[in-house]
């Protein structure tokens, strides 16, 4: 199957500074990325789904101007947690599309434990 | 909205069969996922069936649909050790907008 990274796996931060996480694609293009959030022991939680190009289409109850999404090329799309706190303290998932040729996909990146301090 | 349902525990002997089942409210979906996950890591992609399907075999993988019913399962033939692990059931709507259910934990028993 297709590959998504992410980066970094693992980050600890203190209260107020902001956090970027990346998710790349790295065997095929992806217009449509997705990010998700799981909370210990839960399913996944659609947080946004971000598009090549465009802006993001964030879910009710994600704060948009809180989680910073940017997807400036077909293999790349950043979610910055801007002045994060320690609920914000999660499992971010995200997934990339892969949609054409008969197959429509989503392949998961390993994830990015957040610990806010 | 789409509402997706499975069992929380399955327990199973080593080189028994495993079958995890989930259910959904939406009939207009095309694709339906099972993901796999392992502690700490994020989903592992195992099999996918179009709803236009009733059966798909992939090796030790069996995906049945029954859209009378809305229920979907899979089920996996001499479960290992390694298959433990927490099993999604995902349901796809337009755009590729996924529904999960909770997660079923398979815990495979030497």
């Known amino acids: 199957g297709a590959v998504v990274s992410q980066h970094p796996s693992r980050v600890i931060c203190k209260s107020g500074t902001s956090v970027k996480i990346e998710c790349r694609s790295l065997d095929f293009q992806a217009t449509t990325m997705f990010w998700y959030r799981q909370f210990p022991k839960q399913s996944l939680m659609l947080m946004a789904t971000s598009n090549e190009g465009s802006k993001a289409t964030y879910e009710q109850g994600v704060e948009k101007d809180k989680f910073l999404i940017n997807h400036a090329s077909l293999t790349l799309s950043t979610l910055t947690v801007t002045s994060a706190h320690p609920e914000d303290s999660s499992f971010y998932i995200c997934?990339?599309?892969?949609f054409g040729g008969g197959t429509d996909t989503q392949y998961f990146g390993p994830g990015t434990r957040l610990t806010v301090l | 909205g789409e509402d997706v349902e499975q069992s929380l525990f399955l327990s199973v002997r080593e080189g028994d069969s495993s079958v995890i089942n989930c259910t959904y409210t939406?009939?207009?979906?095309?694709?339906l996922y099972w993901y796999k996950q392992e502690p700490g890591a994020g989903l592992q992609l195992l099999t996918y069936i179009f709803s236009n399907m009733d059966m798909k075999q992939d090796q030790r993988l069996t995906v049945l649909l029954n859209k009378k019913d809305k229920h979907l399962s899979l089920r996996i033939a001499d479960t290992q050790t390694g298959d433990s692990a927490i099993y999604f059931c995902a349901i796809g709507a337009a755009g590729n907008k996924l529904t999960f259910g909770g997660g079923t934990r398979v815990l495979v028993k030497p």
């Open positions: 939406d009939s207009s979906s095309t694709y």
């Open positions: 997934s990339a599309r892969d």
